[in-house]
């Protein structure tokens, strides 16, 4: 929700703080109503310091917004329905007669489940990963409503496991000789609505979520360092292996894990050519050329090259993948 003051006059308007153990903070600058049996109700939203614990909420204050300025505004709804935002404004700071501007009426829909979306399924080494969640998921301050789960099981960790309060952490290193400490904000490669903090559990609640994640293909990995006759144990942020990786979500409406696969492949040397044919299984595709370098399908005429003879290197396939023959490393037929 962005509030734009169009007139040549400041304007001004309420927040509301409401605080748990000092740790969050509660903005109220506008109302929500629903359209229920032809008429507009106020409706009171939930908010995550709230659902399970008591907040203590603090007197309203007036903020000012100049002229031809705007301000952005977050407000999650949690059911389906019609809906406006009534904005409530001032024309001084010293007055209490209210004015009211609306927005258009927008729809919000229920979701049945689920969804995770991908642009596509194969990444080379390094890329950025970007997907989509929609639905109702379970997440708590010190979570990510996801996880990204490596082939043998194991899951990538994808956020600090520091000591601290929760929204910073604190960061051990060497340096010049001695042992630094530094305090550190953002604990993982998502957004900070997502990277609350690592260890202490505040509170959990269900929500749904409609948002794009980008994931830097790193996780934190410990290292340990001797660093002024002391040993130190600290964590590093590098890149994933090649291989299957997929997103798992709890979807709270079906109560199940939902999954999407995708692969990471190294980038191969530039004497390895997909034709990116069109396949249906793996068997579909096949190496052609001088050297089997070529990756094609049998549906396509026959790739010829310069019988330059080469090995393949290790741990590369050419295999059917969307629909499409290409070589793929780390992933065994």
Request: charged share 30%.
């Amino acid at each position: 929700m962005i509030i734009k003051n169009n007139l040549n006059q400041s304007i001004w308007y309420e927040e509301q703080m409401g605080k748990v153990f000092d740790h969050c903070f509660l903005k109220l600058p506008s109302k929500v109503q629903k359209l229920e049996n032809e008429k507009w109700d106020d409706i009171e939203l939930p908010h995550k310091c709230c659902n399970e614990l008591m907040c203590r909420i603090g007197s309203p204050i007036k903020l000012k917004l100049e002229p031809k300025t705007k301000r952005e505004i977050e407000l999650k709804i949690p059911s389906s329905g019609t809906y406006r935002l009534k904005f409530v404004y001032y024309l001084s700071n010293d007055t209490r007669k209210e004015n009211y501007a609306y927005s258009n009426e927008f729809e919000i829909k229920a979701v049945n489940g689920i969804t995770i979306t991908m642009n596509k399924t194969v990444f080379l080494k390094g890329e950025k990963i970007d997907f989509r969640i929609d639905g109702k998921v379970h997440v708590c301050t010190n979570k990510l409503p996801f996880s990204i789960i490596k082939s043998d099981g194991e899951p990538v960790r994808l956020k600090h496991s520091c000591a601290g309060f929760v929204g910073s952490g604190v960061d051990q290193y060497c340096e010049n000789g001695k042992i630094v400490s530094k305090r550190i904000y953002q604990l993982c490669n998502f957004s900070r609505k997502w990277c609350y903090g690592c260890s202490d559990l505040i509170a959990c609640w269900d929500t749904y979520i409609h948002e794009n994640f980008t994931w830097d293909q790193k996780e934190y990995v410990e290292i340990t360092e001797v660093c002024d006759n002391r040993t130190i144990h600290r964590e590093i942020k590098k890149f994933v292996p090649s291989g299957i990786y997929k997103i798992v979500v709890y979807d709270v409406v079906n109560q199940e894990y939902v999954e999407s696969e995708f692969t990471i492949k190294a980038r191969e040397p530039e004497w390895l050519i997909s034709t990116y044919g069109k396949c249906k299984t793996d068997e579909d595709c096949y190496g052609g050329g001088c050297s089997g370098e070529i990756c094609q399908s049998r549906f396509e005429e026959p790739q010829y090259s310069i019988c330059i003879v080469r090995q393949i290197p290790a741990n590369f396939y050419c295999r059917c993948i969307d629909g499409k023959c290409q070589w793929v490393s780390n992933t065994k037929k």
